[in-house]
Structure formats: C-alpha cells, structure tokens
C-alpha cells in the first residue's frame, strides 16, 4: 500500500528553526497536511498544501513540497517550549474516499 | 463556533462487548471520517461518510460499522470488542470530504 515516512525524533534549541521532513509513495496524491499533536490530545490541523503548488508560508510556519521527489517537509520559525508535541505528516488523493494516510510522526524535542 | 465534538472522551469495555461513540461535525460541513491511532502510531483511516453514504472505508473488520444521520452527525459502532481496539478514536469532518480535514479530540477507548 501506500507509504507516509517520517523521523521519529527532532531535537532543536528554543529560538532556532527546526524542519521536519516527509516522503510518500503515492504519485496521485492531492493534498499534503501537517498535523500537530500534543501529549493526550487530539490532530490540531496546521496547514495543507495542494500538489500543485511548491511552497506555502503561514506566519512562522513554511511547507515546501518537491512533487518529483515526493517529498514535503514543514519549517517552523523561532521555536518554542510550546511547540514541542508530535507533528504528522499525511496525505490524501482520490477525492478523499480513501482517507487520510498519515506517517508515524516526528517527536519534536526544544532544549532550552 | 464549536469545533468537531466527540463523546464520550473515555470508555473502558470489557472484551466482547460492543461500543459506540459519537461525533458531531463543525456546522455546516457535510462529511465524516473515523480514524483509529494506537500508542506510538499515526491515524489509521476506518470510514468516511458524505451526506449520509458511506463513500470510503480503511482495512478494518466488519466489526467495525459506522452511520451517519441527517444533521450529518455519525456514530461508530464496534461489535465484539477485542483487546487489540484499545486506541484512541478520532473523527475528522470536512466540508465536502476531499481536503482540509478538521479533527476532534477523540475518544479513548480501553478494552480490558
């Protein structure tokens, strides 16, 4: 089936950037989501891109997607205690019917 | 404006038995997906429902079932629990089910 792959882990200091990448397998993906989960808690949407497009910034966050590497990765400008949880990477083609496909996250770690 | 609200936040069950848990979308949007993530996973797609019908379902067994009402509401219906379904189960609704997915805060279910 199709694939979502993240790094388990990212440890950053406050105040740097930190980038958390993503690679998928799946060529008709539409759109392309990162998601944010803090400890018991549930998927806190922070931004999606369609596959048509190369780059989207919100505020301290920046999605670059390489469609023919496949592979997406989020930035996050000056980083904050706040900002630690784990961060999904997901997936979606085929008008949606087949769901979201989401990799295993990315526990990002701030040291102060 | 209230966002996507889930019940119960907690349950714990008894192997065998059957659950149902409840999801009520963000007004105005007419589609809703179940997800399942067990510890240390990513959301794993069960259901996706738009203006009532069932328009895509995940690798689950059919003791998962799933509906969705006329106020597009849904229910998730597990029958004959098993200890493997202790996760926690979040429900996503969107405006027409093909992007910008918006989750609850799940429910956590225990199967002992």
């Known amino acids: 089936g199709e694939d979502v792959e993240q790094s388990l882990f990212l440890s950053v200091r406050e105040g740097d950037s930190s980038v958390i990448n993503c690679t998928y397998t799946?060529?008709?993906?539409?759109?392309l989501y990162w998601y944010k989960q803090e400890p018991g808690a549930g998927l806190q949407l922070l931004t999606y891109?369609?596959?048509?497009?190369d780059m989207k910034q919100d505020q301290r966050l920046t999605v670059l997607l390489n469609k023919k590497d496949k592979h997406l990765s989020l930035r996050i400008a000056d980083t904050q205690t706040g900002d630690s949880a784990i961060y999904f990477c997901?997936?979606?083609?085929?008008?949606?019917?087949?769901?979201?496909?989401f990799g295993k996250g990315t526990h990002l770690i701030i040291q102060p | 404006d209230a966002g996507v609200t889930q019940s119960p936040t907690h349950l714990i069950k008894t192997r065998g038995q059957h659950v149902t848990l409840r999801c009520s979308p963000i007004?105005?949007?007419?589609?809703v997906s179940w997800y399942q993530q067990v510890l240390g996973q990513g959301p794993q797609f069960i259901f996706q429902?738009?203006?009532?019908?069932?328009?895509g379902r995940g690798n689950f067994p059919d003791r998962f079932s799933a509906r969705q009402f006329p106020n597009y509401s849904s229910e998730l219906n597990v029958n004959a629990l098993l200890l493997g379904d202790s996760a926690l189960y979040l429900c996503?609704?969107?405006?027409?089910?093909?992007?910008?997915?918006?989750f609850g805060s799940g429910t956590r279910l225990t199967v002992v």
């Open positions: 996503a609704s969107s405006l027409e089910g093909n992007y910008g997915y918006t």
């Open positions: 799946d060529s008709s993906s539409t759109y």
């Open positions: 891109i369609f596959s048509n497009m």
């Open positions: 997901a997936e979606s083609s085929g008008g949606g019917a087949d769901g979201l496909t």
């Open positions: 007004s105005g949007h007419k589609s």
């Open positions: 429902y738009y203006e009532k019908e069932e328009r």
